[in-house]
């Protein structure tokens, strides 16, 4: 007899005993590619690639902390910041007296504090408001303004109001900066005169003045600074 002829169900177990065997199979390995072959090299340059990101991103975190600790350090040196040198063949001749630098840092605190108790007249239009309303403080004028013609008459208005002293300062941009302007300032008056809260004609609530607490640390050091203001006589006694 003629040998039986295989069946299709017979084919169909083969088929799937060979495709259960290729898959429990172990993958076939990558050979690493010969030196000095340009796949060797490729590879080389994929490894570098790497561990050159890897050492960016190492910088960048660094860099990042450095920033920071930097950051905290202008904080607690707030002093030094933002000092302008002024070269004296900028400094006004009218500029008597002119305040020294250490009382210049006295000068430009009292301003800052003056400016967050709501106390202080930037510009000249309102320094001249202020005068000619007869308040009284401490004017504080920038020796290197160009022209000297914009505040020329400002010592004068102070002589002449009661209860007012001036001092020059070197430096516009310092003075702007104290007193919390993007822009230079020529001239600023402390007023220690209360300044008077108008009440809103639509019946709203009045914003809340400053405290009685900031108020008493302006006058103290309001006073301070002008009794050694009143000491200063000519610009040939001030050292910087």
């Not at 570098?48 to 920033?67: H, I, N, P, T, W």
């Amino acid at each position: 007899m003629a040998p039986e002829s295989t069946t299709p169900k017979k084919e169909k177990k083969d088929k799937k005993r060979k495709s259960e065997a290729a898959d429990g199979a172990i993958p076939p390995q990558p050979i690493p590619p010969a030196e000095g072959t340009a796949s060797a090299e490729a590879v080389a340059m994929e490894v570098d690639g790497e561990k050159a990101l890897k050492k960016q991103k190492k910088e960048k975190k660094e860099k990042r902390k450095s920033l920071a600790a930097g950051e905290g350090e202008m904080e607690v040196d707030d002093d030094k910041k933002g000092e302008f040198s002024v070269p004296l063949d900028a400094i006004s001749p009218i500029a008597s007296p002119l305040a020294g630098k250490k009382l210049s840092k006295k000068l430009f605190k009292t301003t800052k504090k003056a400016s967050k108790a709501r106390q202080l007249k930037r510009g000249v239009k309102e320094v001249v408001k202020a005068l000619r309303k007869g308040e009284k403080g401490l004017l504080l004028l920038a020796s290197n303004i160009t022209p000297v013609d914009v505040i020329s008459h400002l010592p004068l208005l102070a002589e002449e109001a009661v209860g007012v002293e001036y001092v020059w300062v070197l430096s516009k941009e310092e003075l702007g900066q104290a007193a919390g302007t993007k822009r230079a300032t020529s001239c600023v008056l402390i007023s220690s005169t209360p300044a008077k809260r108008p009440t809103p004609k639509d019946g709203s609530t009045a914003k809340a003045g400053p405290s009685a607490e900031d108020l008493a640390d302006l006058k103290s050091s309001l006073e301070e600074v002008t009794e050694e203001v009143k000491k200063l006589e000519s610009p040939t006694d001030v050292k910087y």
